[in-house]
């Protein structure tokens, strides 16, 4: 079997036609780096090391997520219930992946709406 200059671009047209496969439409490219979360490597800027504890929802027990949020944070009541009816608020900023995820798990067991960020 031998292969010609015309054969292979008939090939070349078959796997166009059938598979979208063709020059610059992307898939010899880098991945897209502005838009792909896990590209944050490839840049150089690596895992994240702080994150802020934001309380989303107070919800239908505040009472127990304002007693949960005094005891994780320190807070007095009147700035613990400004912060839980104030929803969403930030509750710790800059903080450990551990350190935010043990708040959250407090928060969330007293029966708020918690998110990282």
Known sequence: ????????????????????????????????????????????????????????????MKVNVIKALREVTGMGLAQAKEKVDGAPSVIVEAVSWEAAADVKAKLESAGGRVELR
């Not at 292969?3 to 063709?22: L, P, Q």
């Not at 439409?25 to 150089?44: I, L």
Request: charged share 20%; aromatic share 8%; net charge negative.
């Open 1 to 60: 079997m031998s292969s010609t200059f015309g054969g292979g671009a008939a090939f070349y047209k078959v796997i166009t036609d059938t598979c979208g496969a063709e020059s610059g439409n992307g898939w010899t490219s880098m991945p897209d780096q502005e838009n792909d979360p896990a590209a944050g490597a490839v840049r150089g800027e690596g895992e994240r090391t702080e994150f802020d504890v934001v309380l989303a929802e107070g919800g239908a």
